[in-house]
């Protein structure tokens, strides 16, 4: 695989765990190669978009043949860094800490939740989907033992920006933050902002009012 450019878009790196996703069903049904217009047809997106997105990442198609699958997953596991498994802590015990960690049955194919970390003493040594819940004064020392890559907020939005310090003070340069608040990072860290009540906000100006 060749060098990766300076410069992806955001856009393109959305798109790869689409096609990650769909790679590893195919791999479920023992499908051995899929073309960029099967995939396109599959995925609505159009066959060129899939080939010029691929090709920022190296050449892993064949004319006429298409894409071999098992080799396309293991290429876009490597370019996402999803080859092995990362580590995630989760600061919050509350109703989305739960849930987060009933979800992990799901991401240990690529990434496991290894810790979760409240303030609230009343919570710490409780069991959630088998993690027992940890204080967050300890964040550091379990960040450098487990080696944690990834920190997710699920905190009310006034304690997320201190939470955010935290991870940041622990040595996390990657946060998925469900706080409805933007946060302040220092160079270097990246924050992806997932915002429900957006969103459903977003699907409810399309509704047309019909019952």
Known sequence: MGEKPEKISESVVRRLPIYLRY???????DVKTVSSKKLGELLQLN????RKDLAYFGEFGRKGVGYEVDYLVSKIEQILHVDQIIPIVVIGAGSMG????KYNDYLKQHMQIVAILDHDHAKVGK???H??????????EIVAERKIKIGIIAVPSHAAQDVCNQLMDAGIHAILNFAPIRLKTR?????????VARDLHTLAFYLTGEE
Do not use: S
């Not at 739960?98 to 960690?101: D, N, T």
């Not at 993690?131 to 550091?140: A, C, S, T």
């Open 47 to 50: 066959p060129a978009q899939i």
């Open 131 to 140: 993690l027992q819940v940890e204080h967050i004064d300890q964040l550091n």
């Open 23 to 29: 790679c590893h069903q195919l791999q479920k049904n």
């Open 187 to 195: 160079p270097g860290v990246r924050v992806q902002q997932t915002d």
């Open 98 to 101: 739960h849930a987060l960690c």
């Open 127 to 129: 069991v959630v989907h």
